[in-house]
């Protein structure tokens, strides 16, 4: 049973950053894809970021391309979020997820593909 734990969430003001981190425990093989998502009340969960473990490639929404930057630190089973000159557009619930099935679409940051959640960790832009 893999379990994610996010943390680095608060408050800011516009312009300014803020780091999320997720421990990733209890796999038996290394998930295929790891992502951030986000979703505020009312509307749908949207990808963020995602990350392929193997290759290391990365995908971002257009909406955060420049801005947020997402790793993985094998050795300390962790992924991160760099989130830099955030907008109070960006005020949202972000969760850390995990893909352990192969999808040929892991790139498109859909829902569907994750099937290990975080808690998640809440983030607030003030302007």
């Known amino acids: 049973q893999v379990q994610l734990v996010e943390s680095g969430g608060g408050s800011v003001q516009a312009g300014g950053s803020l780091r999320l981190s997720c421990v990733v425990s209890g796999y038996m093989t290394r998930p295929y894809y790891m992502a951030w998502f986000r979703q505020v009340p009312g509307k749908e969960r949207e990808g963020v970021a995602t990350i392929s473990t193997g290759a290391r490639g990365t995908v971002y929404a257009d909406s955060v391309k420049g801005r947020f930057t997402i790793s993985q630190d094998n050795a300390k089973n962790t992924l991160g979020l760099q989130m830099n000159t955030l907008k109070p557009e960006d005020t949202a619930m972000y969760y850390c997820?995990?893909?352990?099935?192969?999808?040929?679409?892991?790139?498109?940051?859909?829902?569907?593909?994750?099937?290990?959640w975080g808690q998640g960790t809440q983030v607030t832009v003030s302007s």
């Open positions: 997820a995990a893909a352990t099935r192969v999808s040929a679409l892991w790139y498109r940051l859909r829902v569907i593909d994750f099937d290990y």
